[in-house]
């Protein structure tokens, strides 16, 4: 079965800090796709990114990016210069496969990241 | 807008009162699945369907049904709630089933049963 980790389950820091939000996976197939949501405080998720494994190019977005590394099995989330607004839990999650046709994701615990004014 | 939606966004029910909560997604997409969120249980499962009149169940099918009469409409049905049903909802949508495709969720629905 996949899983997906996410070590670290409370992080502070102060506005303007560097943070990154940790993902560790395991998974037997050879391609998979990873995928990071957003929890604010007023609950809903909100879909951050998907990555494809056989991808392995980093990507940022504005103040947020990923780094992917197939050979720890990782996908970290960095965001730069932390604001108040990023104050959310954020999930890392893996897509699997039940069967044709249909598939579930398959979430770590999430990380609740809150930044201090 | 692109969206799912959901409502209640909040419920406060007694035990064993028929309940539903509707979900309905506007981008026209073939797969729609809820998920449970728990205390440290995360997220999981609880039924999915991968078009009109197909439903299966996932990880926490118990207590539950589900019907997919309409493309755009997914309702969530407890016939009997129970206290262990108390949970955060999320129905979820994809263009398909396949794992390439990106779930979008709603906005979620926060039931109590006592």
């Known amino acids: 079965a996949q899983k997906v980790t996410q070590a670290q389950t409370e992080i502070s820091v102060v506005e303007k800090e560097d943070v990154t939000l940790d993902c560790v996976y395991e998974?037997?197939?050879?391609?998979?796709?990873l995928f990071w949501y957003k929890q604010p405080p007023s609950g809903e998720l909100v879909f951050l990114i998907r990555?494809?494994?056989?991808?392995?190019q980093n990507e940022i977005s504005g103040r947020y990016s990923w780094n992917f590394q197939k050979s720890t099995s990782s996908f970290n989330f960095t965001i730069t210069a932390s604001q108040v607004v990023d104050s959310a839990v954020y999930f890392c999650?893996?897509?699997?496969?039940?069967?044709?046709?249909?598939?579930?994701?398959?979430f770590g615990q999430g990380t609740r990241l809150t930044i201090n004014p | 807008e692109a969206q799912v939606t959901q409502n209640p966004r909040y419920l406060i029910t007694v035990t064993g009162k028929k309940l539903t909560v509707t979900c309905s997604q506007n981008?026209?997409?073939?797969?729609m699945s809820w998920y449970r969120q728990d205390p440290g249980l995360g997220l999981r499962q609880i039924y999915y369907s991968m078009n009109v009149e197909v439903t299966d169940k996932g990880d926490v099918p118990e207590g539950y049904k589900v019907s997919r009469k309409e493309k755009r409409n997914f309702p969530l049905i407890l016939e009997s709630p129970s206290p262990n049903q108390t949970s955060l909802y999320f129905c979820?949508?994809?263009?398909?089933?396949?794992?390439?495709?990106?779930?979008?969720f709603g906005p979620g629905t926060r039931l109590t049963v006592l």
């Open positions: 998974t037997r197939d050879t391609t998979y796709y």
């Open positions: 990555r494809n494994s056989f991808d392995e």
């Open positions: 981008m026209n997409h073939e797969y």
């Open positions: 999650a893996l897509s699997e496969f039940i069967i044709q046709g249909a598939q579930k994701l398959v």
């Open positions: 979820a949508s994809s263009l398909s089933g396949s794992r390439t495709d990106t779930q979008y």
